[in-house]
């Protein structure tokens, strides 16, 4: 079982830029053998996928809206996935969740298997 912990969120203005981690801690498979990726749900919205990042980090993906301005990586010693996000726009108001996936997928992953409680972030216009 995963415990994944989300930090980094607040309000900004647009134009800005934030940095989320997401602190990973538990037993069994190395935070190594773990796809990452980052997803967003704003009020009345459904959840979106944002970013992924996997196992090694030599390959992500991203969401259309985001490409180009955020940024996802790892730092496998530390069992932290980061998203850093410039140029922020009022529509990247959302709560933001990290999400591991064991690997069973090929990258990107269709499913995630572990997700955190959510941090927030707010753009003003």
């Known amino acids: 079982q995963l415990r994944l912990v989300e930090s980094g969120g607040g309000l900004v203005q647009t134009g800005g830029s934030l940095r989320l981690s997401c602190a990973v801690s538990?037993?069994?498979?190395?935070?190594?053998?773990?796809?990452m990726g980052w997803f967003r749900q704003a009020p009345g919205l459904e959840r979106e996928f944002v970013a992924a990042?996997?196992?090694?980090?030599?390959?992500?993906d991203y969401a259309d809206s985001v490409k180009g301005r955020f940024t996802i990586s790892r730092d496998n010693a530390e069992n932290t996935v980061y998203l850093q996000m410039n140029s922020l726009k009022p529509e990247d108001t959302a709560v933001y969740y990290c999400a591991a996936e064991d690997g069973r997928y090929h990258f990107p992953p269709p499913d995630y298997d572990y997700w955190g409680q959510g941090t927030q972030v707010t753009v003003s216009s």
């Open positions: 990042i996997s196992v090694s980090g030599g390959s992500t």
């Open positions: 538990g037993r069994g498979r190395a935070f190594s053998g773990y796809t």
